[in-house]
């Protein structure tokens, strides 16, 4: 094991074999030790109890899962740390080194290193949370507003039933060209703090900004499925009508945010294109989503990457996504459609 001392007092710590195998590994990064400002409550099975019955603690962990792009992690982390209501824990979860600098680290963050994908990355937070925490998943492109804690905290303790929740998207750069920090910042602060948070049920989270209730997850072994690779597209709703089982899902208009949809380091068309007919397919299969609901999400990416691969948009590789989608439908011909081969697409 080697430990590197920081300029800022953090340690950055690498197991022996790290290169070789970076998936059984932990870095932490302890810059200081986390300011709690009233996110605990101690909370048992039958609710609400003191600190010195013995009961678990309730913890809020952010969690970030991000490769490729430790510029963007690093930007959107001071909206973490302005929380009017602090994080327990921020877990980043990364697949190389590179992913992250801990000399730019602006809170105490558990820097988690694993196997790259989505669903591997943030199966590897779920692997170090207790059963009383509330899970904060967002992307590391996703800005929360400065009460999204808070929210999140008022919501999960007024609200037994709900196992997972999602907030509102004031702006979601992902449909088109996505916005920079200042954009995104800028529409951040035109939006106005809720009085009176709405609830309303919904099929699914959205997986820029999903919170759930830890408990049930561990207790039923929910993770996040593997086989879908890569970006994990459609992870969310796999995930989400799993955790359907065993209580609510719902929409929050108090829990805000803007999705600045960055299009730095993400899947390449061909491999997106894929995933496309390849991951509702398999999910189909296995009982996460119906028939007609997958039909209408593969026709619909179809037929705009066919309509637009003659004029595409500067920022999306249409050609590139209709390719894979044809690939796709090919392997679905012949009985070798799967999630994983999107991997091997070059």
Known sequence: MTTQSRPNGA???????????????ICRVD?????KVGTECKVGRSGVGSADE??????????????GRPQIVTGMLPHVARQTVKPDRVIIA?????DVNPDDLVLPAEI???ERGCSRQRNAVLDRVGRDDIVIFIDDDFLMAPNFCEEVRNLFERNPSVVMATGHVIADGIIGPGFGFEEA???LGQQQVVSQPKLRPVYNCYGCNMVLRAGPALEHGVRFDANLPLY???EDLDYSRQMAAFGEIVHSNALQGVH????????PGVKLGYSQVANPSYLVRKGTMSFPRAMRIMLRNLGMNLLRSPRPEAWVDRRGRLRGNLLALKDLASGRLCPQRAEKLT
């Open 11 to 25: 340690e950055f710590v690498t197991p022996r074999g790290f290169a070789t195998q970076p998936q059984d590994n």
């Open 31 to 35: 810059i200081s030790a986390p300011q």
């Open 54 to 67: 013995g009961v678990e603690v309730t913890k809020l962990v952010v969690a970030i899962a991000t490769a």
């Open 94 to 98: 990364i697949a190389e080194p590179s």
């Open 112 to 114: 988690v290193v694993g």
């Open 185 to 187: 910042e800028r529409l």
């Open 232 to 234: 994990g597209w459609l």
């Open 260 to 267: 600045m949809g960055t299009k730095v380091w993400r899947t």
